[in-house]
């Protein structure tokens, strides 16, 4: 998602990761509490500053409403979005609704407003020309809004609701939306209403989302990458690949993996730095730092299988980073090697965890984004 947001790194601590563990709430579930709080100040004259709603994982959480008011068949509602403990983009945001009774109108009517997200691209199950608020929070926010509003819509008149995010347009810079086809905010998102730290669920759904845009432009193959760096790496190489097939998959590798097989990707490439690019051999589904750490042992392996000296061998299987390895053997002039031979563990566990008709390719990149080898799936033999 919380919206696809590319989060800053988490710094390791004693071998687990040092975070605040406090939940937030999704920006689906604040529309659905601002337009149901909209929805109570028509019927009741006034927008309360407390409002219950129900989750879409069936919780029922009471949220404050600030800017209530109310004019004549139309009232408007605020309830500012709560991340918790998690690095996200939409944090502090300030979902918006204004809902209007619409004479003789027929049942509730979702609209999206300014700095919501407008989708242009087919794929993300949503309406291209709609508003980017997902099935989720769509049904969530019309059941909230429906429990609410019965007194209006058993009079036989019906609702316009419409989301809006003051800044949703700036915000969306800082997520993956303008590659998934969502143009002029943010996505309405949420599929249980609850933001768990660090879980990052967003980001790994818009890596989905991604390869699901890319399938339906009718491509065949797919670029994954671990970060801005290595995407614009890949994209010097594979140039002459449609934007649409680069995904930056960050840690989700096998939800990368898992959506490009569900799509019948034909050739899956994948771009990588030292570190990452050894976490992917080891076989890890998401190569977090505070998953698990790097392989020291794999990487010695590499060493020894390109010449490095014993001495050094040893101060790897020692140091605490892969990027330690890299460095020291580029002295030596073995950086090339030594990445192909990473490329190789690497290439090997991906066709042994996730076998198929595909073809693959691996790309390791140095820490300036600048390509080192290419690694072709036919070069192995």
């Not at 690095?87 to 502090?92: F, L, S």
């Not at 840690?251 to 730095?273: C, N, P, T, Y």
């Amino acid at each position: 998602m919380s919206s696809p947001a590319e989060t800053g790194k988490i710094r390791k601590g004693n071998g687990k990761r040092q975070r605040g563990n406090r939940t937030g709430f999704t920006t689906g579930i604040n529309a659905a509490a601002a337009a149901t709080a909209a929805t109570l100040g028509l019927i009741e004259g006034s927008v309360p500053e407390q409002v219950e709603c129900v989750l879409p994982n069936t919780q029922r959480v009471a949220f404050h409403i600030i800017e209530g008011s109310v004019d004549g068949m139309h009232a408007h509602a605020v309830s500012i979005k709560d991340a918790g403990d998690d690095p996200d983009a939409t944090n502090g945001a300030h979902l918006t609704a204004d809902v209007r009774r619409i004479p003789g109108g027929n049942g509730i009517q979702l609209k999206g407003g300014a700095g919501v997200g407008i989708v242009t691209k087919l794929g993300l199950g949503l309406e291209v020309g709609g508003p980017a608020i997902n099935p989720v929070p769509r049904r969530n926010i019309i059941e909230n809004v429906q429990a609410a509003g019965a007194p209006i819509l058993e009079a036989g008149d019906g609702l316009e609701v419409t989301i809006s995010v003051p800044g949703g347009d700036e915000m969306a810079k800082k997520t993956l939306n303008a590659r998934l086809g969502i143009l002029g905010g943010i996505s309405i998102l949420g599929t249980t209403g609850i933001v768990r730290p660090y879980s990052t669920a967003a980001f790994r759904a818009s890596v989905v989302q991604a390869v699901q845009v890319a399938a339906n432009q009718g491509q065949k193959s797919v670029v994954f990458t671990t970060g801005g760096r290595t995407e614009k790496c890949a994209m010097r190489v594979f140039n002459k690949l449609d934007e649409s097939c680069f995904v930056q998959m960050g840690d989700f590798v096998r939800a990368a993996f898992q959506s490009a097989l569900k799509h019948e990707m034909e050739h899956i490439i994948v771009g990588a730095m030292v570190g990452k690019l050894t976490k992917i051999a080891q076989g890890l589904p998401v190569t977090h730092a505070w998953r698990e750490e790097v392989d020291r042992g794999l990487i010695a392996e590499a060493a020894i299988e390109v010449g490095a000296p014993a001495e050094l061998v040893e101060e790897i299987r020692a140091a605490e980073t892969a990027r330690f390895a890299a460095e020291k053997l580029d002295q030596m002039g073995l950086t090339v090697a030594f990445h192909r031979a990473l490329a190789q563990r690497a290439l090997r566990t991906l066709r042994a965890i996730y076998p198929g008709p595909h073809r693959l390719t691996i790309l390791a990149c140095d820490f300036a984004g600048k390509p080192i080898v290419t690694l072709e799936e036919e070069a192995l033999g």
